[in-house]
């Protein structure tokens, strides 16, 4: 496959084809990593190694999902994406198979930390977002990003009842070499989105290097605010992704609701995703982020007060849902709206590798804390306290183009 052959637009493939593509990626490489947590129990169950430990692969596995975008997206921007894509989904798929062969915390780290969580990244909404972004017309832009965004959460939708079933019919280890190799039908998707997307970003100008592009973002404030807030709302969804089965059967629920919790989280982030995709083109982004944040704040509270029934975790579920990575199209947008879509992939990937650290700490810190004190608890109050505090730093972002040299100019 040559990635750099001749800039295409969307009038070389429909961009509803492009669209598909970027979402059904998102769709599978997403639906498995957010379903690994239902094997939390049974890994720990087989190995011995404690939770604790355990929780450190998957955290690692969020800081490391974080540290491979910026790289992939710089890749991408000078390459294309399609053979960064194709080596992410080998990656998701190798790791994934190995993950059940793996005894100790090294192997699990190696596993579900670097290779499956690396692919993942490579794959990623940094890479898929501004391919996207690049090869479909300028007007449909915040809605492309809201509907790759709900692709990710129609995968886990799908994806975790199907692993519980796997798990029932096969036994976890079996079911989750299966979801791996699921991974795989995303292959064709690196086709369509193969294109140089660099070149098809910027026509008129030279592009600035990816060391000038990535100065430029740490010198301005409204970027670091975003890339704080950003931070923030990985803590919320790797603790969600990684422990709602755990809080749900710490609340004496049968471990069903578990699986309908984590793909009820994901059916109404495909609502939550292609809502804020519409509002992003309406309102200010950094209204809808501080909104979604505040929400957040609230609904934690809510359920930290309510009874813990099987009605109340679903409720809450599709709540979280609603907000759980709506998140996502109004931060790459206000990327795009700063910088432009030359370094898009690079500048939107350093973003969210900020995300990622906070989901290193939401995801480990939550295993800490359960196995300290027998509950969640403690993780939910920060949880709450960090939802106020994105919401407050969003307010003084300046929403406007920055007044740069021409290449840095928004497209």
Known sequence: MNDSVAPRGPQSLHWGWILLAAAGTFALTM?????????????????????????????????????TQPFAGALADKLGAGRVLLTGMALVALGTVLTPLMSSTPGLVLAVGVLAAGGAGMAGPAVLMSAASRLIPAARRGLATGIVNAGGSFGQFVMAPLAGALTLGLGWASAMQVMGLLVLLALPAAWALRGNSAQAASTAAKPVSTREAIAAALRTPSYLLLAGGFFVCGFHVAFLATHLPGVVA?????????????AVLGLFN????????????????????????????????????????GAVVLIFAAFMGLTFLSTVPPTAGLVAKFFGLGNMATLFGLVMLSHQIGGFLGAWLGGRVFEGSGNYDLVWIIDIV????????????????????PALAPA
């Open 31 to 67: 639906g498995v990593r957010q379903s690994m947590g239902l094997f939390l129990g049974s890994l720990n169950s087989s190995t011995g190694l404690g939770l604790a430990n355990i929780s450190l692969a998957f955290a690692f596995g969020q800081l490391w999902w974080g540290l």
């Open 250 to 262: 710490a609340c004496g629920l049968p471990l069903q609701y578990g699986a309908w919790a984590l």
């Open 270 to 309: 495909i609502i939550g995703s292609l809502a804020m995709g519409w509002a992003v083109g309406r309102w200010r982004m950094k209204s809808l982020l501080s909104l979604v944040y505040a929400a957040r704040a609230v609904a934690v509270l809510a359920f930290l007060l309510a009874p813990k029934s």
């Open 386 to 405: 960090l939802a106020v505090g994105a919401a407050l730093i969003h307010l003084p972002i300046r929403e406007a183009p920055l007044q740069r040299a």
